[in-house]
């Protein structure tokens, strides 16, 4: 099976009218969503969906799409000074995630705040 994370997500907020917190997509996962009170819980449950979606697509032998995101890779690397980098590390423990899936959120709520 093709690893979740390997799919690019976007994180946004939900309007109040829509019931609040944050909504995770997938444009290569048509229909696939997972939403969250905190981005951290959408990115965790958005990709819980995607695992779900792409389990269902190969037991009923549908066609796998192959992440896309535009030809980056999906990864970087950012040095930060130790405080920085122990102050996420003791947030990511605090919050139950690993420490990558609480900068993807904090860097999409960020983007979010940027854009939106």
């Not at 093709?2 to 290569?28: C, H, K, M, N």
């Not at 979606?53 to 000074?81: C, I, N, Q, Y």
Request: aromatic share 6%.
């Amino acid at each position: 099976m093709i690893d979740a994370t390997q799919y690019p997500i976007e994180v946004r907020p939900l309007p109040s009218e829509d019931g609040g917190g944050w909504l995770a997509t997938f444009a290569d996962l048509p229909g696939c969503i997972g939403d969250g009170e905190t981005p951290e819980a959408a990115v965790m449950d958005g990709y819980a969906a995607a695992r779900a979606w792409l389990a269902v697509a190969e037991e009923a032998g549908d066609p796998v799409p192959t992440p896309a995101g535009g030809g980056e890779s999906g990864k970087f690397m950012a040095r930060v000074p130790k405080s920085l980098h122990a102050r996420l590390a003791s947030r990511a423990r605090t919050e139950g995630v690993s420490m990558n899936t609480l900068v993807v959120a904090l860097l999409a709520e960020g983007a979010e705040r940027r854009v939106g």
